[in-house]
């Protein structure tokens, strides 16, 4: 019944590897975002869709690219992992796309590039 | 840069007492929301309040805004061990379609 559902919780690579994050969600809702959280648990959107139009992409090096193959999924592929992408990245949803309603987040991915 | 800083940075209080959190913003917002965030875990919506609102409760919380001063507080009530997480304040803000965090606010409730 999880409502914003992310695979896999944990993710250990080496870097140069290249890498995918899943995320699913069951609410109906249009939007779906990517938000990193550093180590100081500062937490900073990377990417928006809105029914799987790219809304925001916050200045994320190309080597992240996001897919949304319906508007209930947003992954995120990874390119050439760097040390400096070890992280938590969280999937979240939202009704609007203006920044009007709640986000609904998934319990996150720990990646770390080693 | 960042639009929401909570103060303070952590906070430890006995079980019961009340915790109140702060947080100031830069810009003007639509709304402002408050979330939880378990050690291991997603963040949760606790409570969002418009920018046309002055006070709004929820059980044990209480969240007050004041935009003159661009400012929220978030106040928990008898809090209990389990309100230990992180707390985070986020400002909704129309000219940038997003919700912007700040850094949060580190709680502990000691039995």
């Known amino acids: 019944d999880t409502a914003v559902s992310q695979t896999p919780k944990y993710l250990v690579t080496q870097m140069g590897n290249d890498k995918s994050i899943k995320c699913e969600q069951n609410?109906?809702?249009?939007?779906m975002y990517w938000y990193k959280q550093d180590s100081k648990k500062f937490l900073k959107i990377m990417f928006s869709?809105?029914?799987?139009?790219?809304?925001i992409n916050e200045t994320v090096p190309n080597r992240f690219s996001p897919k949304s193959p319906d508007k209930a999924h947003l992954n995120l592929h990874i390119n050439s992992l760097e040390l400096g992408d070890s992280a938590v990245y969280f999937c979240?949803?939202?009704?609007?796309?203006?920044?009007?309603?709640?986000?609904?987040f998934g319990n996150g991915t720990r990646l770390t590039v080693t | 840069s960042q639009q929401g800083e909570e103060d303070p940075q952590a906070l430890s209080i006995q079980e019961g007492e009340n915790a109140t959190m702060n947080c100031s913003y830069k810009?003007?917002?639509?709304?402002l929301q408050w979330y939880r965030q378990n050690s291991g875990r997603g963040l949760v919506h606790l409570i969002l309040?418009?920018?046309?609102?002055r006070e709004k409760h929820s059980g044990r919380l209480r969240v007050t805004l004041d935009t003159s001063k661009k400012s929220s507080s978030l106040l928990i009530t008898a809090s209990r061990a389990a309100d230990t997480a992180s707390y985070f304040c986020?400002?909704?803000?129309?000219?940038?379609?997003?919700?912007?965090f700040g850094p949060g606010t580190s709680l502990s409730v000691i039995p």
């Open positions: 979240a949803s939202s009704q609007e796309a203006t920044g009007n309603s709640p986000l609904h």
């Open positions: 609410l109906g809702h249009d939007t």
């Open positions: 869709y809105n029914n799987k139009e790219l809304i």
């Open positions: 810009t003007s917002i639509n709304n």
């Open positions: 309040i418009r920018s046309n609102e």
């Open positions: 986020a400002t909704g803000v129309t000219s940038y379609d997003k919700v912007i």
